[in-house]
């Protein structure tokens, strides 16, 4: 069988970004990942963007990005699947790839979030849940991620201290991740006195919008290995949906589409939980960092509290989480952050971190969730 | 011919469904679920076409609404249009006859008694202070009574 493989990877700054547009903020990302993979951007024959429409002034925001690339006309499409929209594009790229019809690929995760006004937001935070039944009562994405908090608790005993580690812990590696946002560390008494946002959530456990891009390109194995000798394989793809109403999730403690999509990518990959070496998972709120340890298989069910308490998803613990800062600290440009999970994941796995790097990262895993669960794409990455 | 689910909820964003007259029964003070014509499949919220057999033919079955909290939170930080009510409490319930709903508390329950596993009764309800009829549920302690109307 054909593996595919990332051979060019590249990052923008996130964060609040009033410089640039959202051709621009891709550009970025695109020029850095063509450069790193020393590659003629001839031979790059389709691209795949992931970004989330909603809310970006220009419509069909794919076609500005591909125009600005320089890379028409060669075919580009949209996906769309939320926050996980960036992993979405990979999936249709490797896709794309294993289907024999291209042989390089690059993928575009862009989102330019701070074009909208306070207001806007406002009104479009209202509308995350099912709009029929449930948001007609107020309800809000941090809500949604709260009530699955209180029922883990109520279970297992989570509390707002093992909550607030995982903020320690993601500003601890962000302010040491020069494409981060939030690049200061945060103390245990700062996290728990920050200002309630949805009980038992509070501003620190909560990831903040922000602009951004990322870029990686894709390669059928025999043309990736004549583009670098460093090439990452994307060897496991995991991908399930759960409902969008959270009155049809009979467990409210993890995120079903995460349990299956990440049994999915570690029988592709032909591994176990414990063979991962470094992940970046989708902790848009504290407690989705503790669901996505237990849903993910690094501990068991209702253990996730204990396992950043007890720092084992440091560098030198079971497994590394997010030590590139993760959602919380490098930001959350929607549609750029499956992609940026994947570029964190690529340097883990050729030695490139410096100070974050993971000894000895040979499997990698990235874990992106859409809204609150809706879509997960679980993807394992492997060096050879 | 008004659009009657429009009715449903502070904010109405998505008013067209063949479920529309469950805003008319809980504006009489009924509190309704689907039931399948054809298998008797039973769902809360309601749904017009059945999961399970694929039939469009559905009947509205009335509920008690007696159930029991699940999970809640306190909403600070609210969206467009529920501002002035902030904060707010919502709750998720499993409904005794199956089913499950979302809510806000209601007066007949202080934010501090509120617990996962409490018994709760879901009451029809009126927004008295608003204009036009706009009808929604709250969560209030067993043994709450309302007022039932025959369909208006």
């Given at each position: 069988m054909t593996r595919v493989g990332v051979v060019g990877i590249g990052h923008g700054v996130f964060g609040r970004r009033s410089d640039a547009s959202v051709q621009e903020l891709a550009f970025e990302a695109y020029r850095e990942a063509v450069q790193d993979a020393k590659l003629d951007p001839a031979e790059i024959q389709a691209s795949v963007i992931g970004a989330v429409p909603e809310y970006h002034k220009q419509r069909s925001v794919g076609g500005v990005v591909q125009e600005y690339l320089n890379l028409n006309p060669r075919p580009t499409w949209l996906t769309e699947v939320a926050c996980a929209s960036g992993s979405a594009a990979i999936r249709t790229a490797w896709m794309a790839i294993r289907s024999g019809m291209h042989e390089v690929v690059a993928v575009i995760g862009c989102q330019?979030?701070?074009?909208?006004?306070t207001a806007e937001i406002l009104a479009l935070m209202g509308r995350v849940g099912d709009v029929q039944w449930e948001s007609v009562f107020g309800t809000t994405f941090p809500g949604y991620y709260a009530m699955f908090a209180q029922r883990h608790r109520h279970e297992f005993g989570t509390t707002d201290e093992q909550l607030a580690q995982v903020a320690i812990k993601n500003h601890y590696y962000g302010a040491r991740n020069e494409k981060a946002l939030f690049r200061k560390e945060v103390t245990l008494e700062k996290a728990l006195a920050s200002d309630p946002v949805a009980s038992p959530l509070r501003v620190y456990d909560c990831c903040a919008n922000a602009d951004g891009a990322a870029c990686v390109i894709l390669a059928a194995e025999p043309r990736a290995r004549e583009i670098t000798d460093k090439t990452v394989w994307l060897d496991g793809l995991g991908c399930a949906s759960a409902s969008m109403?959270?009155?049809?999730?009979?467990?409210?403690?993890?995120?079903p589409s995460a349990v299956d999509a990440s049994r999915q990518a570690y029988a592709m990959a032909g591994i176990a939980p414990r063979d991962v070496k470094v992940a970046d998972v989708h902790d848009c709120f504290t407690i989705a960092e503790i669901m996505a340890y237990e849903d993910l298989g690094f501990c068991g069910r209702g253990e996730g509290g204990a396992f950043v308490a007890e720092r084992q998803s440091y560098i030198g613990g079971a497994t590394p989480v997010n030590?590139?800062?993760g959602l919380k600290a490098k930001g959350h440009p929607i549609g750029a952050t499956g992609v940026s999970m994947t570029y964190e994941i690529v340097k883990q796995l050729r030695g490139e971190c410096g100070e974050r790097q993971v000894p000895g990262a040979d499997v990698g895993l990235t874990h992106n969730v859409g809204g609150i669960g809706q879509y997960c794409f679980v993807h394992v990455y492997r060096r050879d | 011919m008004s659009i009657v689910f429009e009715w449903f909820g502070k904010v109405s964003y998505s008013p067209h469904t063949k479920i529309a007259d469950f805003a008319r029964h809980l504006k009489d003070g009924r509190l309704m679920a689907s039931r399948c014509r054809q298998c008797g499949y039973v769902s809360f919220p309601p749904r017009a076409d059945c999961p399970q057999c694929l039939s469009g033919e559905f009947a509205f079955q009335e509920l008690t609404g007696a159930g029991e909290v699940v999970t809640f939170t306190r909403i600070d930080a609210a969206p467009a249009g529920f501002e002035d009510l902030a904060p707010f409490v919502v709750g998720v319930v499993d409904l005794a006859e199956g089913g499950r709903l979302l809510a806000w508390f209601g007066d007949t329950i202080p934010e501090g008694d509120i617990a996962i596993g409490m018994p709760v009764q879901v009451v029809p309800r009126i927004?008295?202070?608003?204009?036009?009829i706009k009808v929604y549920y709250s969560l209030e302690r067993p043994g709450t009574s309302w007022v039932k109307t025959d369909s208006s």
């Open positions: 330019k979030m701070t074009e909208l006004t109403s959270v009155l049809r999730r009979p467990d409210l403690t993890g995120l030590v590139d800062g | 927004f008295e202070e608003i204009e036009e």
